[in-house]
């Protein structure tokens, strides 16, 4: 059982994002960042700001757009 939301983050090399629920669309990016070994995330609904996430530092891979 997760009890922190951002637990499965730890140490993993990427996020893939494939659901537009509410409880993932503004999520703390700075807490992930902290939690991953690699900060990269798929986004495979499009939810995310490019720009924004790679200015706090994330590689960003939006699924069906030009990255």
Known sequence: ???YQYD???EVDAL???TEWKRF???DFAAMKELMNTPLIFDGRNQYDPKYLTECGF???GIG???
């Open 1 to 3: 059982m997760i009890d």
């Open 8 to 10: 499965v983050l730890k």
């Open 16 to 18: 893939a994002l494939a």
């Open 25 to 27: 669309r503004q999520p």
């Open 59 to 61: 590689k960003y891979i």
């Open 65 to 67: 757009r030009r990255n």
